[in-house]
């Protein structure tokens, strides 16, 4: 009986030798292994792949596919035969993320946390399992679920809340229940992204029976949820949030609007496929865009390279990188206007006083 450390060295051993029945014979060990540990849902997976296999190579999607993570085999809503869940293969990295240095440091721990669970187990302890990631929009909540699946070599199945919400009396909650009972057959990421659509405060006024009911069940399900699996809830409306949700949760992250310094780093990462004018002093820049969220400084960065492209420019001038700056400023202003519910100005137009 060899541990799995041995088996996982035989089998990356046996993949750089291309020594296919040594790779069969320590992939059998591995599974037996989990199988030792009850895991068995793991080991039937495998075992299935193995056998569907025959040596034959397979890319990641029918990988995938074979696992049972493809869009065919997630729970359906049962009148409307919509998906609940969207599967994917993530491909956003950590490393590619600009996040605050608590942040950082949170989810570092939480993948060490998470690798380490084997041992935590013969202690008898659980690694964090529910993460509950809040702040302003665009401020990088979804793309970090996304990496943090990547990071565990788990796939990320986004609970799709347009198909789970249904209109039928309490089949909302049996789809959560549905989507639950699913994230329990094998190890993934679980994302419920905006969650405050079903997570709003018990009390909220407009609320109806059917969604206090929603809420409460959500909450016994995420509370008596034990599995390998890795729940995250991300939300913008925090404050809306009922207050019993927030203690069922083993960390809350909260990635708040970037700073200057974080703003020049973005900038930094973005322009780095073009050149840029000596004349533009980006960490100049970077200071007047504090307030902007990541998505914005996004935006306005590839804004401003479209436009250098098009233009057959060698390398961002200052004048694209300014409009490109007055465009996003013009676009916040309209999106702030519009979530006010004020009217606008038909003379709303990006001003023209430049990046100072
Ligand atoms: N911390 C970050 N580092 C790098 N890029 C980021 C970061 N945050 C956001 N972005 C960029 O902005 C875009 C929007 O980010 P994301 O979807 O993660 O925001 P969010 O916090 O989930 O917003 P919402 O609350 O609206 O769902 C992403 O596609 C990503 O490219
Ligand atoms: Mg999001």
């Given at each position: 009986m060899i541990t799995s450390a041995e088996a996982m060295r035989m089998l990356i051993v046996a993949?750089?030798?291309?020594?296919?029945?040594a790779f069969r014979k320590a992939a059998e060990e591995y599974i037996e292994g989990e199988r030792r540990?009850?895991?068995?849902?793991?080991?039937?997976?495998?075992?299935?792949?193995?056998?569907?296999?025959?040596?034959?190579?397979?890319?990641?999607?029918?990988?995938?596919?074979?696992l049972g993570m493809t869009n065919g085999n997630v729970p359906k809503d049962k009148d409307r035969d919509v998906v609940l869940v969207d599967i994917c293969d993530p491909s956003r990295?950590?490393?590619?993320?600009?996040?605050?240095?608590?942040?950082?440091?949170?989810?570092?721990?939480?993948?060490?946390?998470?690798?380490?669970?084997?041992l935590l187990g013969t202690y008898g302890i659980r690694p964090a399992g529910k993460l509950l990631f809040c702040g302003p929009p665009g401020c990088g909540k979804t793309v970090a679920a996304e990496a943090l699946a990547r990071e565990l070599y788990l796939p990320l199945a986004t609970v799709r809340f347009d198909a789970v919400v249904s209109s039928y009396l309490g089949e909302t909650a049996?789809?959560?229940?549905?989507?639950?009972?699913?994230?329990?057959?094998?190890?993934?990421?679980?994302?419920?992204?905006?969650?405050?659509a079903i997570g709003k405060h018990r009390t909220a006024e407009d609320e109806h029976g059917e969604l206090k009911r929603v809420v409460n069940s959500f909450l016994q399900l995420l509370d008596s949820f034990k599995s390998e699996t890795l729940t995250i809830a991300a939300?913008?409306?925090?404050?809306?949030?009922?207050p019993a949700l927030w203690r069922r949760f083993d960390e809350i992250l909260y990635f708040p609007k970037p700073d200057s310094k974080q703003i020049l780093d973005h900038l930094t990462r973005l322009?780095?496929?073009?050149?840029?004018?000596?004349?533009?002093?980006?960490?100049?820049?970077?200071?007047?865009?504090?307030?902007m969220t990541h998505a914005d400084?996004?935006?306005?960065?590839?804004?401003?390279?479209?436009?250098?492209?098009?233009?057959?420019?060698?390398?961002?001038?200052?004048?694209?990188?300014?409009?490109?700056?007055?465009?996003?400023?013009?676009?916040?202003?309209?999106?702030?206007?519009?979530?006010?519910?004020?009217?606008?100005e038909p003379s709303l137009k990006p001003n023209r006083r430049g990046i100072k």
């Open positions: 993949h750089f030798k291309g020594d296919e029945s540990k009850n895991h068995h849902v793991l080991a039937n997976d495998l075992e299935r792949v193995l056998s569907n296999t025959n040596g034959s190579h397979k890319s990641r999607t029918e990988v995938l596919s074979l990295e950590l490393s590619g993320l600009i996040l605050a240095d608590d942040v950082r440091r949170t989810i570092d721990r939480l993948v060490f946390e998470r690798r380490g669970s084997e049996a789809n959560i229940r549905k989507v639950f009972d699913f994230a329990r057959t094998r190890p993934m990421v679980l994302f419920f992204d905006e969650f405050d939300t913008n409306h925090q404050g809306l949030l009922d322009f780095r496929q073009i050149g840029l004018s000596h004349a533009i002093k980006l960490d100049h820049v970077a200071k007047s865009l504090v307030g400084v996004e935006r306005l960065a590839v804004d401003a390279i479209k436009q250098t492209i098009l233009s057959s420019r060698e390398v961002v001038e200052p004048d694209a990188l300014q409009e490109a700056v007055e465009r996003q400023r013009a676009r916040i202003q309209v999106t702030e206007q519009s979530q006010r519910g004020d009217g606008l």
